[in-house]
Nanobody
Framework: EVQLVESGGGLVQAGGSLRLSCVASGLTFRDYAIGWFRQAPGKERDLLSCISSKDGTYYADSVKGRFAVSSDNAKNTVYLQMNSLKPEDTAVYYC???????????????????WGQGTLVSVSS
């Protein structure tokens, strides 16, 4: 069974940092891109970042320079280090597996079948 399990969300003050983890089972990072998405109430789900063996890393403009994605293949874990957090970063964050090894396989998100359970990140001003 393919499964993604997230952890690391919480409440933080503006300017603070959090690190999210996404532990994968039943798949290998060599074969699938892993993306980080977020969805705030009343807003669309957006792709923030991707890591893949084929394309390296990708960041949306909204998080470029503040967030960093990495992977530990020995632990089957992808991380999202989030620095300089802003109140507008408040959302539920999800990791998801792409349909293949490249980052473009993560869009549109409606086509993806393997998701983490989501973790809430709240940033206070």
């Amino acid at each position: 069974e393919v499964q993604l399990v997230e952890s690391g969300g919480g409440l933080v003050q503006a300017g603070g940092s959090l690190r999210l983890s996404c532990v994968a089972s039943g798949l290998t990072f060599r074969d699938y891109a892993i993306g980080w998405f977020r969805q705030a109430p009343g807003k669309e789900r957006d792709l923030l970042s991707c890591i893949s063996s084929k394309d390296g890393t990708y960041y949306a403009d909204s998080v470029k320079g503040r967030f960093a994605v990495s992977s530990d293949n020995a632990k089957n874990t992808v991380y999202l280090q989030m620095n300089s957090l802003k109140p507008e970063d408040t959302a539920v964050y999800y990791c998801a597996a792409g349909l293949g090894p490249g980052c473009p396989s993560l869009v549109p998100w409606e086509n993806l079948e393997v998701w983490g359970q989501g973790t809430l990140v709240s940033v206070s001003s």
